[in-house]
């Protein structure tokens, strides 16, 4: 798996790590950890300062506070499906209401014909197989922006 972050392949610095018994001692700096561990760990990840990551699913409700997020550098948020459309909507809140300023990430069922729509929501990454790194590039250069058909 790669990232691609517009037309740039980017080393991915992050490890992600789950279980259902993680310690504070298993998480360090640029590790990604579920909603579930996060709200077990969050006060002892702030306190320590890490440089973490988050990864939710494109199914799970995920309220969180100003404050919690800016102890996330990075939202990863993984598609079940490619025809779910809630991320999208989540990432903009994101963006524009609670103005979050880091890293968020694709990943999942996602298709290259997505990526313009993607990065216009507010996404900065995707992750993909390096396979299909050319198709994703050909996609976002065929993207002409924002045009509406007139009537």
Known sequence: MIILERENVKTNKYLKISGDDIGISEIKNYSI?????????????????????????????????????????????????????????????????????NEIRATGHILPDQYSFLLRCGFNTVEINEVEKEQWFEMLNLDEGLYYQPY
């Open 33 to 101: 950890i579920d909603k579930k561990n996060w709200i077990l760990l969050k006060d002892q990840i702030i306190k320590k300062k890490l440089i973490i990551g988050i990864e939710i699913f494109s199914d799970e409700i995920f309220d969180i506070s100003k404050q919690d997020l800016r102890a996330l550098c990075l939202i990863q948020i993984n598609f079940k499906t490619f025809k779910d459309g809630r991320p999208f909507t989540f990432v903009k809140k994101l963006r524009k209401e609670l103005k979050f300023n």
